[in-house]
């Protein structure tokens, strides 16, 4: 059981990244699908979240910016992020949870820099 984050890096401020997070081990259309994410010394906060049935909530810090799909074939949640800045900059997890379970990635920096 996993799930493993890809598509960080560093990016300059109004550019893009695509982060996927591909599942394994679980049947992963059951699962609702999250993105959170961390700076140091801070607490987690959430960014984006999809149903199991691709119902989509997003931050308001995210609004408009970023989108959050699911391929529910290739067993993998994706979050693209466009016009990112500075503030961006996070440690991203993605987590999978159902009313009786939770699995969480181990997460994957992206960094917004000049």
């Known amino acids: 059981v996993q799930l493993v984050e890809s598509g960080g890096g560093l990016v300059q401020p109004g550019g893009s990244l695509r982060l996927s997070c591909a599942a394994s081990g679980f049947t992963f259309s059951n699962y609702a699908m999250t993105w959170v994410r961390q700076v140091p010394e801070k607490e987690r906060e959430l960014v984006a979240s999809?149903?199991?049935?691709?119902?989509?909530n997003y931050a308001d810090f995210v609004k408009g910016r970023f989108t959050i799909s699911r391929d529910n074939a290739k067993n993998t949640v994706y979050l693209q992020m466009n016009s990112l800045q500075p503030s961006d900059t996070a440690v991203y997890y993605c987590?999978?949870?159902?009313?009786?379970?939770?699995?969480w990635g181990r997460g994957n920096l992206v960094t917004v820099a000049s």
């Open positions: 987590k999978a949870q159902t009313l009786l379970s939770e699995i």
């Open positions: 999809i149903g199991n049935r691709g119902r989509t």
